[in-house]
């Protein structure tokens, strides 16, 4: 049976839950799966449950059913009871209460009251049907009110008693009037639910530019501030198309290698033109991996001269001195480079390596003139 407890509808287990454990929505890897408990211990009462996307909750199980990851449970809702997946029980899950903060002796902790039976999960997917058609008339009546507002989503309960809808706009919106005309069309208790543009992204999904799953929908749930700032420590175009996100604000991966560049621009001296005899030179790039800043003189703007870190330092100390070099160039960085050419430049040309292919060419049409006679 294919999993009905996210859009993607991929994978399954044998009672009709994901087999992966979220379908790579936010799954945590349950590395304590296998190893039994100490003898006299008992399983921890609390699983996490995941329901529509990336939305997951703690449960407490005190009826000590035997569930496990990718079971299919029936829990207690808001108004009523809901339908979701177990993604993490165990050990696993107790790690996760701290990680997010929540004491085990939690009263605010909802239970889980049975494993889904047949009608249960038959009304779920009723529930999941009956969203599609939904979302479509609340776009349209959030449109006729001409609210500043985007409906994203919408998460119907599976007794259906109660509607949430997730939206995203740039300020606060009164939808009092709107909420109404869901009530009175719908017949749903309706919750609204403003959400963030990279949240957004994390509940709907996608392929980001790399060509993998967005990282806020797969595993991400820091959200911090992504500036330019980023972009320049690391030598990239400032093109808003390329460093923006499906999100439409800067990708989270900007910030991912921030730290390593950073570390790495501490032995750079600070960006300045150099004077020597020959004219003054000007910065134009930085290359941090090869450890090289390139300049060019004022009066010779198409020639980059490569030059070391250390060199530049001491051009540097040079100059506040009030001495010239007499060139800028680096002689180790011109020597290491011919060496890596093999022959200096301007000299004698290198030998050719390709006699033996022209040889073979020949060779190949003489025979095809013997075969023409």
Not at 162 to 178: I, K, M, N
């Amino acid at each position: 049976m294919a999993c009905s407890g996210c859009s993607t509808g991929r994978g399954g287990s044998s009672e009709g839950g994901c087999s992966s454990g979220g379908c790579n929505k936010l799954n945590v890897f349950d590395w304590l799966a296998n190893m039994e408990l100490p003898h006299g211990q008992k399983p921890f009462d609390i699983v996490e449950v995941r329901f529509k996307n990336s939305r997951k909750e703690f449960f407490r199980n005190r009826n000590n059913l035997q569930v496990m990851q990718g079971n299919i449970v029936t829990v207690e809702g808001a108004t009523g009871w809901d339908v979701g997946v177990v993604s993490i029980s165990g050990e696993v899950a107790r790690l996760q209460l701290k990680k997010k903060k929540i004491q085990e002796d939690d009263p605010s902790i909802k239970n889980i009251l049975r494993k889904s039976s047949a009608s249960d999960i038959e009304k779920w997917k009723d529930a999941q049907e009956l969203e599609k058609t939904i979302i479509v008339r609340a776009r349209i009546l959030a449109s006729s009110y001409k609210l500043d507002m985007k409906i994203n989503d919408l998460e119907i309960q599976a007794d259906k008693s109660q509607a949430s809808f997730y939206y995203t706009a740039p300020g606060r919106v009164d939808f009092r009037e709107l909420i109404k005309s869901y009530s009175s069309e719908f017949r749903l208790r309706i919750q609204m639910w403003q959400i963030g543009e990279r949240q957004e992204a994390g509940r709907l999904g996608g392929i980001g530019s790399c060509g993998r799953e967005l990282c806020c929908s797969t595993w991400l749930t820091d959200f911090r501030s992504v500036s330019t700032t980023a972009a320049r420590y690391q030598q990239l175009a400032l093109n808003p198309v390329k460093l923006a996100g499906q999100c439409g604000k800067l990708k989270c991966c900007l910030n991912y290698e921030l730290d390593s560049y950073m570390d790495a621009l501490k032995d750079f001296p600070q960006t300045m033109d150099l004077d020597s005899q020959k004219g003054r030179a000007v910065h134009q790039k930085t290359d941090i991996f090869k450890k090289t800043i390139w300049y060019t003189y004022l009066d010779a703007p198409e020639n980059f001269i490569p030059l070391s870190v250390e060199r530049v330092k001491v051009i540097i100390d040079m100059n506040r001195n009030g001495k010239k070099p007499e060139t800028i160039e680096d002689m180790k960085l011109e020597m290491m480079k011919e060496k890596e050419v093999g022959y200096v430049v301007g000299g004698p040309k290198p030998p050719r390596n390709d006699r033996g292919n022209n040889n073979r060419n020949n060779r190949n049409n003489n025979n095809r003139r013997r075969r023409d006679n």
